[in-house]
């Protein structure tokens, strides 16, 4: 029988973040998550995050076509 090897990797920010806020997120309720996971991603990437948030789920044309709608008007706009 094989001996388990010991090793001494560090855990990344990425894991760490993950079991500092599980107990937290295992709490919530799936709409409040839901709504969460939006607000982090219009944090991330800015307003039009909501149509990349309704083209993955729902109506992925309906969400592609607005998404391109506010890339035109960005593009079009005075700077």
């Known amino acids: 029988m094989k001996a388990a090897k010991k090793t001494d990797a560090r855990k990344t920010p990425g894991t760490l973040a993950v079991e500092k806020h599980r107990p937290l997120m295992n709490e919530l309720t799936v709409a409040r998550r839901q709504h969460l996971r939006q607000r982090a991603a219009e944090l991330l990437y800015g307003h039009e995050a909501r149509f990349v948030v309704r083209e993955k789920r729902g109506n992925p044309a309906r ?17």
Not at 63 to 79: N, S, V
Request: glycine share 6%; aromatic share 0%.
């Open 63 to 79: 969400g592609r076509k607005l998404l391109a709608e506010i890339r035109r008007r960005i593009a079009r706009a005075p700077k």
